[in-house]
């Protein structure tokens, strides 16, 4: 992933940031690509950043979208529908886009249903319980908030998992989201590694390099897997996503021999 620019950087809090160059990029590839390929198309923001992900952060192309929409270069409209609002985009030429923005929102409405986002993110985790121990990691403890006599008591959050291989244990985090984990989230768990005295590692589907680097530099892994995890049953309507908001979603049976590999591979 090409990802360079501001966004990269920690800047002090009452410094402000320069506005990222990477912004007039995206713009130009948002008009040129998408809204020039499919005038008739809606669009919604998080679908957006994830259709541009390889090369852009989501928050990069989200400030793209807005500044597009300030200078009335393309619609924007924010709808709010029983528990969420949606952020929709589209062509200036398209006069009908408000059907096609209900009949996108009917799908959005539907995978983000909390029981259903609940699932997805208890699927993920049965996913690589399974998975894990054919690369020879073995299951240790689950959501993981006492270790090797320490309490963990500066937040409420837990790890999710804690694997061993070889003597070693590693503090295992897994996010079967669309969105990138959290910043605050993401640092909580390496403190909570470090106190604990295992290795860092997190599977997730898409995180920015940035991110990425802060592992790296706390000592840590991570397994990108790119494509959300659907449960069993859902194939249907993880196709259907996927077709209709090109969303990286799936439901596998198992994870790819090659995914754990990567892992095999660091350790």
């Known amino acids: 992933m090409s990802h360079d620019g ?43 950043e994830i259709l541009y992900e390889r090369e852009f952060f989501h928050w990069i192309t989200g400030k793209a979208l807005n500044e597009l929409a300030a200078e009335r270069k393309i619609g924007a409209e924010t ?28 799908i959005v409405l539907r995978y983000s249903d909390q029981e259903f986002t609940r699932g997805l993110g208890r699927h993920g985790e049965m996913m690589f319980d399974a998975a894990l121990p054919q690369g020879g990691f073995l299951p240790r403890a689950k ?42 989230e993401m640092h909580t768990k390496l403190d909570m590694c470090d106190f604990f005295g295992v290795v860092p590692v997190f599977i997730m589907r898409m995180a920015p390099a940035s991110y990425l680097h802060e592992i790296r530099l706390r000592g840590g892994f991570f397994l990108i897997f790119e494509w959300q ?38 350790h």
Do not use: M
């Not at 029983?82 to 096609?100: E, G, L, P, V």
């Not at 959050?157 to 694997?163: G, N």
């Open 79 to 106: 709808r709010e529908y029983s528990y969420i609002k949606i952020r929709f985009y589209w062509a200036r030429q398209n006069r009908y886009w408000r059907r096609r923005a209900n009949e996108v929102a009917k």
């Open 143 to 184: 959501d993981v908030k006492v270790w090797a006599g320490k309490v963990w008591i500066e937040t409420g959050h837990d790890l999710d998992r804690i694997f061993t291989r070889d003597g070693v244990n590693y503090g295992v985090e897994i996010k079967n989201t669309l969105n990138y984990i959290d910043r605050f």
């Open 229 to 266: 995890l659907y449960p069993f049953g859902y194939e249907r309507f993880a196709a259907e996503v996927h077709k209709q908001l090109g969303l990286k979603v799936s439901c596998p049976r198992a994870i790819e021999e090659g995914t754990i590999q990567r892992f095999v591979n660091w």
């Open 6 to 48: 501001y966004d990269d950087i920690d800047w002090p809090e009452d410094e402000p940031r320069p506005r990222d160059v990477k912004i007039d990029e995206v713009k130009e590839v948002l008009l040129a690509d998408l809204f020039a390929r499919d005038p008739d198309g809606v669009f919604y923001q998080r679908q957006i």
